[in-house]
C-alpha cells in the first residue's frame, strides 16, 4: 500500500527542542509553583539527560508535571494552559536534526503534516526559516485542539488530514513520533479513520527514546535520521 501522506511530530521528531522546553517550563514554574524554583528545582529540569529521562517515562505531558515535576493537579491545568503563550514568547533557538531537511525533501512529493504539542505559529516559522516548509499542506498545534483532545486523542490528526485533503478517506498513512503517546496517538488515529485505513507508526528514537521499553510498540524505529530514508521509502 501506498503513502497518501507523511505526518510527524514536532519536539524530539523533527528538532530539538529540549533546551527550550526545559526554559519555557522553569518559566512557567516560577508563575505556577514558584516553591518548584532555584534549589528546589526538579531534577528532571537541571540537564538534558535528566529531562529526557523523565519525558520519555511519562506517559504524557500531564503525567510528566504531576509525577515527576511534582505540580499538583490543579498547577498541572494551569500550567498547561500557559504553554502556547510562552512558547510564543520564549527566543530560545531550537535546530532541525541534522539530516532531516533531507529526508522531508527527499518525500517531497507527498504532502506532509505536523501534529504537535507546540504552537503552530512556532513550527510554521522554524520551517520557514529553514526553507522546507513548502512540503508540509497542514499543521495542527496545541492551540488547535481543545485541552481534552490533545495527543494520544486522534482529532488532532483528523483536523490535520482534512486540512491536507479536505476529507478523511486517506487509506495509508505515516505518523513519526518520538514518544509512546505518538504510537497510540497512531493506533487511535487509524481507528478513528475505520475501513482500510491503515496508520503506520514510526518511533524517532534518535531523539534518546527508549521504544523497546514501551508497553505500545511502533510498526518501525528510526535509531538515526537516516533510517528514515528507508522506513519511509518502503511504502513510498
Not at 65 to 81: K, N, P, R, S
Not at 83 to 110: C, P, R
Not at 181 to 186: G, P, S
Not at 208 to 222: F, I, L, Q, V
Request: with cysteine.
Amino acid at each position: 500500500m501506498k503513502l497518501d501522506a507523511v505526518l510527524w511530530d514536532y519536539d524530539g521528531t523533527l528538532v530539538n527542542s529540549v533546551p527550550k522546553n526545559i526554559d519555557i517550563t522553569k518559566a512557567i514554574l516560577s508563575i505556577v509553583a514558584p516553591h518548584l524554583t532555584g534549589e528546589f528545582l526538579p531534577k528532571y529540569l537541571r540537564d538534558e539527560e535528566s529531562y529526557h529521562e523523565a519525558n520519555h517515562s511519562a506517559k504524557n505531558w500531564q503525567e510528566l508535571y504531576v509525577d515527576y515535576y511534582g505540580l499538583t493537579h490543579e498547577e498541572m491545568l494551569i500550567a498547561g494552559g500557559m504553554w502556547a503563550e510562552h512558547q510564543e514568547q520564549n527566543t530560545t533557538e531550537v535546530m532541525l536534526f541534522e539530516g532531516i531537511k533531507d529526508v522531508v525533501t527527499k518525500f517531497s512529493y507527498l504532502p506532509h503534516g505536523i501534529c504537535s504539542q507546540n504552537s503552530q505559529n512556532n513550527i510554521r516559522r522554524l520551517l520557514e526559516s529553514n526553507a522546507v516548509a513548502a512540503p508540509f499542506k497542514a499543521i495542527v498545534g496545541y492551540d488547535d485542539v481543545s485541552n481534552g483532545n490533545q495527543k494520544p486523542d486522534a482529532l488532532g490528526g483528523i483536523k490535520c488530514i482534512d486540512s491536507i485533503f479536505g476529507h478523511t478517506n486517506s487509506k495509508c498513512l505515516m505518523y513519526i513520533g518520538d514518544h509512546e503517546a505518538d504510537v497510540k496517538f497512531a493506533r487511535n488515529l487509524q481507528t478513528a479513520l475505520g475501513g482500510e485505513a491503515q496508520v503506520i507508526a514510526v518511533s524517532a528514537a534518535y531523539s534518546r527514546s527508549a521504544p523497546e521499553s514501551w508497553e505500545c510498540k511502533p510498526d518501525y524505529t528510526a535509531h538515526t535520521v537516516n533510517d528514515l530514508f528507508d522506513i519511509i521509502g518502503k511504502y513510498a
